[in-house]
């Protein structure tokens, strides 16, 4: 009886799993759609881009500290901060050992994909959709890690060596990034148990919650203009893939 009851609740978790990544396709199938028939331009996707980054994906992450008690989440997010360093310090070494038989121009690109994986678009509605507000607080963590990284590494990796005053410019414009100031904003509130009048956590919650759709659109746009001939031809993509996708997560 036991087992049946056990089995039922895996079922209805495969089940709520699957219902959602068929909601998060349909929502890529109408951005496909809507690029395709020129209802989203080229210029309103740069400012749906914009309005998910600088706007939406902020308070979807500060309302994900909203109403958190339990001591066990606290506990996790100092746990979730030793976690990320580590991954990134990992996904970067290991990529760089990795990638050592790339020999051309391509081996910066791979290694920066490799490190850089998109955690904004994809990750948080998928968070969303499988854990909920815990999810997202974790997430946001390791997004922190993220754009520290892509602000700092990323860009040497490109430009070289940074000036002083390259490096201070990329060190602002990492503290003022909105992610950043929501998840330090959110760390606040949930460590010293402010209290956030209602009028204020309905307003960020709804606004919070155009980020899955926005993301999952802006991909649906971005993939309607990806010629994939361009791509498949190219020994080194596969070679990235395979250390992106299965390698490093399973070093991780």
Same mark, same amino acid.
């Given at each position: 009886?036991?087992?049946?009851?056990?089995?039922?609740?895996?079922?209805?978790?495969?089940?709520?799993?699957?219902?959602?990544?068929?909601?998060?396709?349909?929502? +890529?199938?109408?951005?496909?759609?809507?690029?395709?028939?020129?209802?989203?331009? *080229? *210029?309103?996707?740069?400012? =749906?881009?914009?309005?998910?980054?600088?706007?939406? /994906?902020?308070?979807?992450?500060?309302?994900?500290?909203?109403?958190?008690?339990?001591?066990?989440?606290?506990?996790? #997010?100092?746990?979730? +901060?030793?976690?990320?360093?580590?991954? @990134?310090?990992?996904?970067?070494?290991?990529? @760089?050992?990795?990638?050592?038989?790339?020999?051309?121009?391509? %081996?910066?690109?791979?290694?920066?994909?490799?490190?850089?994986?998109?955690?904004?678009?994809?990750?948080?509605? &998928?968070?969303?959709? =499988?854990?909920?507000? *815990?999810?997202?607080?974790?997430?946001?963590?390791?997004?922190?890690?993220?754009?520290?990284?892509?602000?700092?590494?990323?860009?040497?990796?490109?430009?070289?060596?940074?000036?002083?005053?390259?490096?201070?410019?990329?060190?602002?414009?990492?503290?003022?990034?909105?992610?950043?100031?929501?998840?330090?904003?959110?760390? /606040? #509130?949930?460590?010293?148990?402010?209290?956030?009048?209602?009028?204020?956590?309905?307003?960020?919650?709804?606004?919070?919650?155009?980020?899955?759709? =926005?993301?999952?659109?802006?991909?649906?746009?971005? /993939?309607? %203009?990806? %010629?994939?001939?361009?791509?498949?031809? *190219?020994?080194?993509? @596969?070679?990235?893939?395979?250390?992106?996708?299965?390698?490093?997560?399973? &070093?991780?």
């Amino acid at each position: 009886m036991l087992s049946g009851f056990y089995q039922g609740e895996i079922d209805l978790e495969i089940s709520v799993v699957f219902n959602s990544i068929i909601s998060l396709f349909i929502m +890529i199938a109408v951005g496909f759609y809507s690029r395709k028939r020129d209802i989203i331009t *080229e *210029e309103m996707c740069k400012g =749906l881009v914009n309005i998910l980054i600088q706007i939406a /994906l902020p308070f979807m992450i500060f309302t994900s500290f909203l109403n958190i008690q339990s001591s066990s989440v606290r506990e996790n #997010v100092i746990k979730t +901060i030793y976690y990320s360093l580590g991954a @990134y310090v990992l996904m970067g070494a290991s990529s @760089y050992l990795l990638l050592l038989p790339v020999k051309n121009d391509k %081996k910066t690109v791979l290694h920066f994909a490799n490190i850089f994986v998109n955690t904004g678009y994809v990750g948080f509605p &998928i968070l969303d959709s =499988l854990y909920g507000p *815990e999810g997202i607080i974790y997430g946001s963590i390791f997004n922190m890690f993220f754009v520290i990284f892509v602000w700092t590494y990323g860009v040497i990796l490109y430009k070289g060596r940074l000036g002083g005053g390259e490096l201070l410019q990329e060190i602002k414009r990492t503290l003022l990034n909105p992610s950043i100031l929501a998840v330090c904003v959110g760390l /606040l #509130v949930m460590f010293l148990n402010i209290k956030i009048p209602e009028v204020l956590i309905s307003a960020s919650k709804g606004i919070g919650n155009l980020t899955v759709p =926005l993301s999952m659109m802006i991909i649906g746009s971005t /993939l309607s %203009k990806v %010629k994939l001939n361009t791509y498949l031809r *190219e020994w080194s993509i @596969y070679y990235g893939a395979l250390i992106k996708l299965i390698i490093i997560p399973m &070093i991780v």
